[in-house]
Nanobody
Framework: QVELVESGGGLVQAGGSLRLSCAVS????????MGWFRQAPGHDREFVAA????????AYADSVKGRFTISKDNAKNTVYLQMNSLKPEDTAVYYC??????????????????????WGQGTQVTVSS
């Protein structure tokens, strides 16, 4: 059983920063490709950022590029999303996702929700103007 638990969400003013964490348990974390998605009320779940199994490759949605940074710490079984220069339009529930990787796909980032097998429960991020 793989479990993902997000934390770090909250209320912040526009221009501020938050760091989301996602702790993964159940299997060897280093073998996972990870992603962050978000969903605002009335909208579909959308891709935010991804990091490959190897940790070498990252990918970002255009809307967050230059402001958000994804990283993973294999020793702590945790993936992070550092969010800077936050905007009101970043307000959403943020979800962490994981999929098993392999040596042959070690540098691939996955950007679609259907590509992930495991999901956290989500953490609310609210950015006030």
């Amino acid at each position: 059983q793989v479990e993902l638990v997000e934390s770090g969400g909250g209320l912040v003013q526009a221009g501020g920063s938050l760091r989301l964490s996602c702790a993964v348990s159940g299997r060897t974390f280093s073998s996972y490709a990870m992603g962050w998605f978000r969903q605002a009320p009335g909208h579909d779940r959308e891709f935010v950022a991804a990091i490959s199994w190897s940790g070498v490759s990252t990918a970002y949605a255009d809307s967050v590029k230059g402001r958000f940074t994804i990283s993973k710490d294999n020793a702590k079984n945790t993936v992070y999303l550092q969010m800077n220069s936050l905007k009101p339009e970043d307000t959403a529930v943020y979800y962490c996702a994981a999929r098993s990787g392999s040596y042959y796909s070690r540098d691939i980032c996955y950007t679609k929700p259907a590509e992930y097998a495991y999901w956290g429960q989500g953490t609310q991020v609210t950015v006030s103007s």
